[in-house]
């Protein structure tokens, strides 16, 4: 069975620029999620999709992050435009289902690891 | 609100050593926990859960149990090797109605094994 599937691996962009990660669930997955991992910290939750509804967004800075999920299968997350703080690793997640009917597994990708400059 | 707090590393320990990573957490309601690991280079990958008090998740020879307690989920392996070495993520899920199953992550530790 194919993980989860994340593009690009890593980026390098300047500050103010744009940039865009895709990821791609695991076939059947209800559920994705996008965390950002800081260098030195734990994954950090921005959005939690249940197919292609938001779940969760408390966390996501909406001035500048946008994230879509259409027809419910790959979802890419956006960001413009981007500080210097942006800088970590953004690691995409998806599970059978959501967590309010139980406890799911969350499969993570390799994430792609942002620098902003 | 929710948090998962974690022993700081790095830890450094030498082959066949005991190895006990602490982690406690504040939460309402009845999480599930976990420990992940992230091998150098790779993903985030799921070690073990527990998903009620007094479960004892086990993989791979490392050990967790579920203290509501202590509110605790300490990570424990009796005898390291080489290739344990990675960084270790304790985390809560809130479960069951009203929730949304999002991980809350401890800040990691770090565990070098040395030959």
């Known amino acids: 069975e194919a993980g989860v599937a994340q593009s690009p691996r890593y980026k390098i962009i300047e500050k103010r620029q744009s940039v865009a990660f895709w990821c791609n669930p695991i076939?059947?997955?209800?559920?994705l999620y996008w965390y950002q991992q800081i260098l030195g910290q734990g994954p950090k939750l921005l959005i939690q999709f249940q197919n292609n509804g938001v779940v969760d967004d408390s966390q996501l800075p909406k001035d500048r992050f946008s994230a879509e999920r259409l027809k419910g299968v790959d979802s890419t997350l956006k960001i413009q435009p981007a500080k210097l703080e942006d800088s970590a690793v953004y690691l995409c997640?998806?599970?059978?289902?959501?967590?309010?009917?139980?406890?799911?597994?969350?499969?993570f990708g390799p994430g792609t690891r942002l620098t902003v400059t | 609100g929710n948090s998962v707090t974690q022993m700081e590393g790095p830890v450094t320990l030498s082959e066949e050593a005991f190895l006990t990573i602490n982690c406690t957490y504040t939460?309402?309601?009845?999480?599930?926990l976990f420990w992940y690991v992230q091998y150098p280079g790779e993903g985030l990958q799921l070690l073990l859960k527990a998903t009620k008090a007094d479960d004892k998740g086990s993989n791979k020879g490392f050990e967790a149990t579920y203290r509501k307690e202590t509110t605790s989920f300490h990570l424990e392996k009796g005898s390291v090797q080489v290739s344990d070495s990675a960084v270790y993520f304790c985390?809560?899920?809130?479960?069951?109605?009203?929730?949304?199953?999002?991980?809350?992550f401890g800040q990691g530790t770090t565990l070098q094994v040395k030959p």
């Open positions: 997640a998806s599970s059978l289902e959501s967590g309010t009917v139980g406890s799911y597994e969350q499969y």
């Open positions: 076939s059947g997955h209800a559920t």
């Open positions: 985390a809560l899920s809130d479960t069951g109605s009203g929730n949304t199953g999002k991980l809350i």
């Open positions: 939460a309402t309601g009845y999480p599930s």
